[in-house]
DNA sequence: GACGAGGGCGCC
DNA sequence: AAAGGGCGCCCTCGTC
């Protein structure tokens, strides 16, 4: 395979360019931390760019970057992976809005979600171009000081002509119905992910919480590790003194090797330590001891201290949110991570909107489930999920004549039953993860199945055959592939998950074109906070919360309505001072 | 000591 | 034979 070529460096501006010019962009930055590369920290260390994939322009002085990027403002430009280069220039540069952006890992993903793994240029560049790119110097712009070196900067120009071909060849088997999603919904939602303002974080609260838990971390050690730990022996010493001695291996209560062995010693019949595997076993004690300590460990270890760490001078973490991180197409939150925050009440109060400032808390109501009545138009389940009331109880009642409360262990059943044949969950896993048998499972599936048949209908169909795709809600698509054993239940999943992912993009979207926000975010009394894939964070100046509120409902429930006519969408939250408000 | 797979569990 | 989807991050454990 051939390396990537470039003619010529320039380490000049590029020419003023024209409405049809298409350049390609990359920023190379020192200094930066791994994890935290959303982050405005890092020194410049070149903005490249290449506008016909043979010569490259390429700058060191970050106050050159406004004039780098004015000469280029009329022609479209292309990143690979844009919402970093974006969030960095901006800090340099005053970057208008522009519908002329591509992103060639964003768009490689519209085409081949869930196909392909691999996302990176040097992946595109041996995909479409059959070149290789060397990954090597790349490293060393993290610890660079001083000047680029000349292989640096031929690896700089090296990115913009990969960029500048490979979007090259990407436009030419686009279809124009993924630049409608393209243009409709990841362009402007670059922008809307870079616009997340941060969380404020009780940082007092929350260290309170982790040394309460730390607390019975210790505790459970001691005493775990006293009570089921072990003589072993081992030499220590040299020559004539060396001597065999006992001593005590303390019991690793977080060691699945060690838990699976005290749970069979003690008459645990299970293959797993998992809390699912043996939660038929709850009951007995030394099970119990464990499930308390993992609890509280998971406290300690991943919501304790270390994530405080995250926490800026303002009082605030900023998480990433990776956009189509997921092969379904939701987003993913990392370095911290803020969409699997634990529930508990203690912890949510702690995300705080802070002084003079109100928080704005949505989500849809049962958002699968309305999904799931559109895609199959099972008329019997769009009239359950409009009527308004709680589908699962409707179900219970009109299919099992059961009355069941919610968080019943009833209801908790034939809400897994819904929800999971549309995974591919089958009656063995409801019987195991809900400690029924199996001849009961049976039952309940064949009544759900005969109850609800245009749903059945479609599920059988999903898994006919393995059609190589799926598509959402919008049409976006998402790769089956043809080795992977698990296309069966991706084929019934990713078209519910990945309409989510598509909605709420879209409601973000929608929330910025509001007067209210294009009116209030430049002075920073409204910014969103962070999206969890059903429910939407904003944070206002106080006075703004009672009409914002309704904005941000409005926005949501408007996206929902037009992307599935007949299902009645319905979001449920309010003003709150603290995430804890809203469950 | 670094790395990656795997078990486990937090959220949707 | 396996047995519900998607993530991020912690720990252990085997390997280099």
Redesign the pocket.
């Known amino acids: 395979m051939n390396l990537l070529q470039v003619e010529n460096i320039y380490e000049e501006f590029p020419p003023i360019l024209g409405e049809d010019d298409v350049i390609a962009l990359d920023t190379e930055l020192s200094g930066l931390k791994e994890?935290q590369l959303h982050r405005p920290h890092g020194k410049l260390a070149s903005l490249a760019g290449s506008f016909d994939g043979k010569n490259a322009y390429i700058i060191f002085d970050d106050a050159q970057i406004q004039e780098f990027l004015d000469r280029c403002s009329k022609a479209t430009w292309i990143f690979h992976n844009s919402t970093f280069d974006l969030a960095h220039l901006r800090r340099w540069a005053t970057i208008p809005e522009r519908k002329n952006m591509r992103d060639t890992m964003l768009i490689e993903k519209l085409l081949y979600s869930?196909y392909y793994d691999d996302f990176a240029l040097a992946d595109l560049v041996r995909r479409y171009l059959k070149c290789y790119m060397s990954k090597e110097t790349r490293k060393e712009f993290h610890n660079l000081e001083g000047a680029m070196s000349p292989d640096q900067i031929k690896y700089a120009a090296l990115d913009v002509i990969g960029t500048w071909l490979v979007d090259k060849e990407q436009q030419k088997i686009v279809e124009p119905q993924d630049m409608k999603i393209w243009n409709g919904m990841y362009n402007p939602h670059v922008w809307t992910a870079l616009e997340l303002g941060g969380f404020n974080l009780d940082v007092e609260a929350w260290t309170r919480l982790a040394e309460k838990n730390q607390a019975i971390v210790s505790q459970a050690e001691d005493e775990l590790g006293q009570l089921y730990g072990h003589m072993d022996k081992k030499f220590v010493g040299r020559g004539k003194a060396k001597a065999e001695v006992d001593y005590f291996v303390p019991f690793?209560p977080?060691?699945?090797?060690?838990?699976?062995e005290l749970f069979r010693s003690n008459g645990i019949d299970t293959e797993?330590?998992?809390?699912?595997?043996v939660s038929k076993f709850a009951d007995n004690p030394i099970v119990r001891k464990i499930?308390d300590y993992?609890?509280a460990?998971?406290r300690v270890?991943?919501?304790g201290l270390?994530?405080l760490q995250y926490v800026e001078p303002d009082g605030k973490i900023y998480t990433s949110l990776?956009i189509s991180?997921?092969?379904?197409g939701?987003d993913?939150?990392?370095?911290?991570?803020l969409?699997?925050?634990?529930?508990?009440i203690e912890y949510r109060k702690c995300f705080i909107a802070g002084k003079g400032r109100k928080l704005t808390i949505y989500?849809y109501s049962g958002?699968e489930l309305n999904e799931v009545a559109y895609v199959t138009q099972d008329p019997k389940l769009i009239e359950i999920v409009n009527s308004g009331k709680n589908a699962y109880i409707e179900i219970a009642r009109m299919s099992f004549n059961e009355i069941v409360e919610k968080g019943n262990p009833r209801y908790i059943i034939i809400k897994?039953l819904v929800?999971?044949t549309c995974?591919?969950?089958?009656p063995?896993?409801?019987a195991?993860?809900n400690n029924v048998s199996q001849e009961v499972a049976e039952e309940m599936y064949k009544i759900f199945f005969d109850d609800f048949q245009v749903l059945a209908a479609w599920v059988k169909d999903q898994q006919k055959f393995n059609r190589g795709i799926t598509k959402t809600i919008l049409g976006r698509k998402g790769g089956l592939h043809p080795y992977n054993a698990?296309w069966k239940?991706?084929a019934?999943?990713?078209p519910f998950?990945g309409s989510g992912g598509d909605m709420i993009k879209l409601a973000m979207k929608a929330f910025r074109n509001t007067d209210m926000y294009k009116q209030y975010y430049p002075t920073r009394d409204v910014y969103m906070v962070i999206q969890?894939?059903?429910?939407l964070i904003i944070n206002w100046r106080e006075d703004l919360a009672e009409g914002g509120a309704k904005v941000h409902a409005s926005c949501m429930n408007d996206v929902a309505n037009r992307m599935h006519p007949g299902i009645i969408s319905r979001v449920s939250g309010g003003i709150c001072d603290n995430w804890s408000e809203k469950g």
């Open positions: 994890e869930n690793n977080a060691s699945p090797q060690q838990v699976l797993s330590t998992g809390d699912k595997e499930l993992r609890i460990a998971k270890n991943t919501y270390p994530y990776n991180q997921a092969e379904t939701r993913s939150s990392s370095a911290p991570p969409q699997n925050i634990l529930k508990d989500d958002q897994g929800l999971g995974y591919g969950l089958t063995y896993g409801l195991r993860d698990q239940n991706n019934l999943n990713n998950q969890v894939h059903d429910e």
